[in-house]
């Protein structure tokens, strides 16, 4: 297996499910008794946090009924908040196969995983058919994606005529 500079630094980034859960139980939650939002402080690995999110799915037309992809998903806290603030069904990618993991973990402890499912996927190479979802969002993933025309042509090819993207960088 090759080394990959993205995977290394998510391999050591700070924010990971045993933190969460850590400061979950230090605040006195009982971990097997969670709400989405009970996630929420620790969910978002970027600037703007929940906020950012809900502005980024309103632009891209998120609602009720959606399918949406998110790339570059992490431990999937936007795609958590979206499912739930938004009523939608959310398919998050990310290349950190061990982040998708804890990702799938957390949406089962919040009970979602019946509208979040989160697939270890490299974002220039897409696992999807075409046109499939009626958007595509990510908070800050862009930056790790080496080849980004790549990755902006396969959200482009998975969408459905009329989708929308909507990224922040």
């Known amino acids: 297996m090759s080394w990959n500079p993205v995977v290394d630094f998510y391999d050591r980034h700070p924010i990971n499910e045993a933190q ?3 400061a979950l139980r230090r605040r006195g939650k009982d971990v097997a008794s969670l709400d989405p939002e009970d996630l929420y402080e620790w969910d978002h690995d970027d600037y703007g ?9 309103r632009r891209a037309g998120v609602g009720a009924g959606s399918l949406v992809l998110d790339v570059c998903a992490g431990l999937g806290g936007p795609a ?3 499912a739930r603030r938004f009523g939608c069904r959310v398919t998050g990618v990310d290349l950190h196969g061990g982040r998708c993991a804890a990702g799938r973990r957390l949406t089962t402890m919040v009970r ?3 509208r979040v499912t989160l697939v270890n996927a490299d974002a ?4 999807f058919a075409n046109a499939v979802f009626t958007a595509a ?3 800050e993933g ?3 994606v080496p080849d980004k025309a790549s990755a902006l042509g396969e ?3 998975v969408l459905l005529p009329g989708g929308r993207i909507a990224f922040s960088d």
């Open 155 to 157: 959200c482009r090819r």
């Open 142 to 144: 862009l930056l790790h």
């Open 80 to 82: 958590r908040f979206m």
């Open 20 to 22: 969460i859960l850590a």
């Open 49 to 57: 946090g929940p906020e950012a999110v809900e502005t980024i799915a």
């Open 137 to 139: 969002v990510s908070q």
């Open 124 to 127: 220039q190479s897409l696992p």
């Open 112 to 114: 979602l995983g019946d």
